[in-house]
Nanobody, 123 residues
Framework: VQLQASGGGSVQAGGSLRLSCADS????????VGWFRQAPGKERELVAA????????YYADFVKGRFTISRGKGENTVYLQMNNLKPEDTAVYYC?????????????????WGRGTQVTVSS
């Protein structure tokens, strides 16, 4: 099952966006979910992750204090609120499902990669 990321766009530095990760088949209710990003010429990297219940989260150092990951209550959606965006945040953002209820920081432990959503931040 592929997850669907949406909500990207073009903003100026300092702006905000909220990304959504949806799973219409409700297959990640009991799984951790991670948000990743990939900039041109770079490897895909983990940005933030959340466990199945939302009680535990992880943030990469480069987004701490600016991004917030959350699970929608009663929704089969995971959000990534991105504030104070910087030009270096420009990338295609993807969401994926952890193979367990917890999250991990290894890209290999995730599945369900779908098409990402483009985020472009101009200076």
């Amino acid at each position: 099952v592929q997850l669907q990321a949406s909500g990207g766009g073009s903003v100026q530095a300092g702006g905000s966006l909220r990304l959504s990760c949806a799973d219409s088949r409700r297959t990640f209710t009991n799984n951790g979910v991670g948000w990743f990003r990939q900039a041109p010429g770079k490897e895909r990297e983990l940005v933030a992750a959340i466990n199945w219940s939302g009680s535990s989260t992880y943030y990469a150092d480069f987004v701490k204090g600016r991004f917030t990951i959350s699970r929608g209550k009663g929704e089969n959606t995971v959000y990534l609120q991105m504030n104070n965006l910087k030009p270096e945040d420009t990338a295609v953002y993807y969401c994926a499902k952890s193979r367990t209820a917890a999250y991990t920081i290894s890209r290999r432990d995730y599945t369900g990669w779908g098409r990402g959503t483009q985020v472009t931040v101009s200076s």
